[in-house]
């Protein structure tokens, strides 16, 4: 098992925290693991990226020219990373977040309605974990256990109380995943 990811979007939607969870994920679950952000001085509101790998082999390298997994949380990270799925790979997004949507028919393309539902949900924090919870559901590389338990290692204590509404949200984005080719 060998997935290569790149989650991408604007500073403050929860991109390189995302990342950070599906490493420590991967990690508790004895795989090889890669974490490698990226982001200016304009980390909140500019373009944020990471990539993670998460293998039964050793990781020799983490810089990827392109990825199993891409989920974009913006025009300008689908425009940019979009091209960048291999054949037969993932690609996910927001539809509320992306205006002109990809035309590729050699990858899996999802929509999770992760805008819609955390509003629903009366938290916009919780955005990242419903799509976290889409990217599961479309590519199951960790179980959900270990997710919750990378949440709790990546949250500070004092936000602790909140590890069941994430819990709650990436169940959400687990149910709400649709195909679209």
Avoid at 2 to 19: H, K, R
Avoid at 60 to 68: G, I, K, L, T
Avoid at 73 to 102: C, E, M
Avoid at 120 to 134: A, R, S, V
């Amino acid at each position: 098992m060998n997935y290569e990811i790149v989650i991408s979007g604007f500073g403050g939607q929860g991109v390189l925290s995302m990342g950070k969870i599906i490493a420590y994920s991967g990690i508790m679950e004895n795989k090889e693991v890669s974490w490698m952000p990226s982001y200016g001085p304009e980390q909140r509101g500019g373009t944020s990226n990471v990539t993670v790998i998460v293998s039964d082999e050793p990781v020799s390298s983490p810089v990827v020219n392109e990825y199993d997994v891409v989920i974009v949380l913006n025009q300008p990270s689908l425009d940019k990373f979009g091209p960048r799925v291999k054949k037969g790979g993932i690609l996910i997004y927001d539809p509320a977040l992306i205006q002109h949507k990809s035309d590729r028919k050699d990858i899996n393309i999802y929509e999770v309605p992760a805008t819609e539902q955390s509003m629903e949900m009366g938290n916009d924090k919780i955005f990242n974990m419903i799509i976290l919870g889409g990217m599961l559901k479309a590519a199951p590389m960790l179980k959900l256990e270990s997710i919750i338990a990378g949440l709790k290692k990546s949250l500070p204590e004092r936000h602790h109380k909140l590890i069941p509404l994430n819990e709650e949200a990436i169940k959400r984005g687990m149910n709400s995943l649709s195909k679209v080719n």
